[in-house]
């Protein structure tokens, strides 16, 4: 685990938060809507930062559904960055009071992982205090990239935006 000082959101911030069912299919919708949201704030899908941050968003979704599943409770996914470029910060809170702990994988083992990927894809990488029962993972991607004008203006409007359609042929 890589620390730094905390991350904070400010009002300026491009923001997403979501609550998910802590299942395997809530981890799979987490990832899918933040490659989503990446996309609307002009992070171009298959680049080196949506790749990264998605993957993260992954990992710490499914170790949340996985390890951090308390009955009756879901895991909560953030995503912020300022609107003129810096990093992008990645946060999935759970109701498991336990931190995440790094275990070696078992050689072809399919899952011990995740937090490994994590680290190697963040900047940095720590584990914070909640309001509430639980913890939060907080990973920082750093970018030199800002997000388009377009986009910012479509967040601040509330829409999601999508792909423009494509004209009729006739």
């Given at each position: 685990?890589?620390?730094?000082?905390?991350q904070?959101c400010?009002?300026?911030?491009?923001?997403?938060?979501?609550r998910?069912?802590?299942?395997?299919r809530?981890?799979?919708?987490?990832?899918?809507?933040?490659?989503?949201?990446?996309?609307?704030?002009?992070?171009?899908?298959?680049s080196?930062?949506?790749d990264?941050?998605?993957?993260?968003?992954?990992?710490?979704?499914?170790?949340?559904a996985?390890?951090?599943?308390v009955?009756g409770?879901?895991?909560?996914?953030?995503?912020?960055?300022?609107?003129?470029?810096?990093?992008?910060?990645?946060?999935?809170?759970?109701?498991?009071?336990a931190?995440?702990?790094?275990?070696?994988s078992?050689?072809?083992?399919?899952?011990?992982?995740?937090?490994l990927?994590?680290?190697?894809?963040?900047?940095?990488?720590?584990?914070?205090?909640?309001?509430?029962?639980?913890?939060?993972?907080?990973?920082v991607?750093?970018?030199?990239?800002?997000?388009?004008?377009?986009?910012?203006?479509?967040?601040?409007?509330?829409?999601?935006?999508?792909?423009?359609?494509?004209?009729s042929?006739?």
């Amino acid at each position: 685990m890589h620390s730094a000082p905390q991350q904070q959101c400010t009002d300026d911030d491009l923001l997403f938060t979501r609550r998910f069912s802590a299942s395997r299919r809530g981890a799979r919708l987490a990832r899918r809507a933040a490659a989503h949201r990446l996309r609307t704030w002009g992070v171009p899908e298959g680049s080196p930062l949506s790749d990264a941050v998605t993957l993260i968003v992954a990992e710490l979704s499914a170790n949340a559904a996985l390890h951090g599943r308390v009955p009756g409770r879901d895991f909560e996914v953030r995503l912020w960055c300022s609107r003129a470029g810096g990093p992008v910060c990645v946060e999935v809170s759970d109701t498991h009071p336990a931190p995440p702990v790094c275990t070696p994988s078992q050689g072809d083992a399919e899952g011990g992982r995740g937090l490994l990927l994590v680290d190697a894809l963040a900047t940095h990488w720590e584990v914070v205090p909640r309001t509430g029962p639980g913890k939060t993972v907080r990973a920082v991607v750093e970018t030199a990239t800002a997000v388009t004008a377009e986009a910012r203006d479509r967040d601040a409007s509330g829409e999601h935006g999508s792909a423009p359609r494509p004209p009729s042929r006739s």
